[in-house]
């Protein structure tokens, strides 16, 4: 059957099996590749029909040329949610990875102390640990603090993870995934993009939209807004402060004991 027969009104496509789950993950900030497979088909085959449902809601479909879909808001209808500074952070690095030749030789896969190590380029050891940790005192328990940057950039990666920038690995590795190249937008077409790239982000100025309300146009429960995004120039918002603990979940979001919790993208 062709593309055309298979999805020749958008009811067709909302009467796929495989709509549902894939617009609830959309409307959660998913992003959809190749390695999606059934999902990316779907979109591909319906993207017309699609691109005219998610205007409705004031969102628009995007289909980047390196082979990813995802949901940006465009209107008033659906919140505009960014990415807390942490998880910026890590998605920066990942993204500096991603463009790093040497990942390419390994078949695009990490870990997560390549994460670390990378962050530790950019910004210094004690620039990385002050950036997990804003409120923390001149003097401070080097070991403590790094194991707080450790638990912080895990939180961050699982998050990342059911985004769809990444993949996470049975033996723990991390495999990159093509989304990643959206940290890498503001320096595109440059001569050294990531060099360009890391300027960025030790200054914090790249911020990300990644999630939209839900389909009645109610946030999950799981979902709720993340406090400490950064805004438009790249400064930390009226909630931006971790709590004194400086432990967010896997949402980027400080719990009362500071401890992470499991998070649904």
């Not at 998913?30 to 999606?36: G, P, W």
């Not at 910004?123 to 194991?147: C, H």
Request: with cysteine.
């Amino acid at each position: 059957m062709s593309d055309a027969r298979r999805y020749a009104e958008l009811q067709d496509v909302v009467m796929d099996p495989s709509f549902p789950e894939l617009d609830v993950a959309l409307r959660r900030g998913r992003h959809v590749d190749r390695e999606d497979f059934a999902w990316y088909t779907l979109l591909t085959e319906a993207q017309l029909h699609l691109e005219t449902f998610y205007r409705r809601y004031g969102c628009e479909l995007v289909h980047k040329a390196d082979g990813y879909f995802y949901l940006l808001p465009s209107g008033d209808m659906l919140s505009r949610r960014q990415l807390a500074p942490g998880d910026m952070l890590v998605g920066q690095a990942l993204a500096l990875l991603y463009l790093d030749p040497a990942t390419i030789e390994r078949g695009g896969r990490i870990t997560a102390e390549d994460v670390v190590a990378q962050l530790v380029v950019v910004l210094g050891g004690d620039g990385l640990i002050r950036a997990f940790n804003p409120k923390l005192k001149r003097r401070y328990d080097e070991r403590i603090a790094q194991k707080n940057v450790r638990a912080q950039v895990g939180s961050a990666i699982r998050h990342l993870a059911s985004l769809g920038f990444v993949d996470l690995a049975e033996d723990g590795s991390l495999k990159l995934r093509p989304p990643l190249l959206r940290f890498a937008e503001p320096v595109r077409g440059m001569s050294a993009p990531a060099e360009a790239l890391a300027k960025l982000v030790a200054l914090g100025e790249v911020a990300l939209v990644t999630e939209t309300e839900g389909p009645a146009g109610e946030l999950d429960a799981d979902a709720e807004e993340e406090p400490g995004g950064l805004d438009d120039a790249g400064e930390l918002d009226d909630a931006g402060e971790p709590d004194d603990a400086g432990e967010p979940d896997d949402a980027g979001e400080p719990d009362d004991a500071g401890e992470p919790d499991e998070h649904e993208g």
